[in-house]
């Protein structure tokens, strides 16, 4: 089963459902993997430990990826994950 999200500032009307990828890591490998999948139209959502990244368009979350609670909430909602 795939859970779809919805884009931050869709409205529930004529939204498009898409896909949800969480990517752990904003460096060279990280990046690359967000801008591909940015390009195929997956949302992204990156997390990493000082809120800076060389990537548009993405959701940025800033956390430590030992904290579970964090990373439950870094999770949700997603359809993959990339470490």
Known sequence: M???VREAGESDGGAV???LAVV???GPPGVAVAEEL???GTVVRM???TGVADVANVHLLVGDETDAAFVDDALRDATSVYV
């Open 38 to 40: 940015r390009r195929a």
């Open 24 to 26: 752990f890591g904003t």
């Open 2 to 4: 795939t859970t779809a």
């Open 17 to 19: 459902d898409r896909e």
């Open 47 to 49: 997390v990493n430990r």
